[in-house]
Nanobody
Framework: VQLVESGGHLVQPGGSLRLSCTGS????????MSWVRQAPGKGLEWVSD????????TYAESVKGRFTISRDNTKNTLYLQMNSLKPEDTALYYC???????????RGQGTQVTVSS
């Protein structure tokens, strides 16, 4: 299983970013996928997950209404559109295989998002 994230960057508060994650070594379309993050000095926090076909989306309260998860199973790619970014969104963002309750086994190396003026 390999998961490779990209798209992290330095952005000003109120700005937007789109993260991507490409999966390989497993049948991508058969798995729920999640985004999780780790802020400096803090533990891992689950952010969002998406069902196999993209029909069901769930979000942490801290990002609801600002972040949108999506996937393209033809490209084995997971996305996270992040709008209205806040300094507290600063973190290393990982994609992970699995749902909110099952993402722990596999995740990528992460992509850094820094929200600062």
């Amino acid at each position: 299983v390999q998961l490779v994230e990209s798209g992290g960057h330095l952005v000003q508060p109120g700005g937007s970013l789109r993260l991507s994650c490409t999966g390989s070594g497993f049948i991508f379309r058969n798995y729920y996928m999640s985004w999780v993050r780790q802020a400096p000095g803090k533990g891992l926090e689950w952010v969002s997950d998406i069902s196999t076909g993209g029909e069901f989306l769930t979000y942490a309260e801290s990002v609801k209404g600002r972040f949108t998860i999506s996937r393209d199973n033809t490209k084995n790619t997971l996305y996270l559109q992040m709008n209205s970014l806040k300094p507290e969104d600063t973190a290393l963002y990982y994609c992970a295989r699995g749902s909110k309750s099952s993402w722990y086994e596999y995740r990528g190396q992460g992509t850094q998002v820094t929200v600062s003026s």
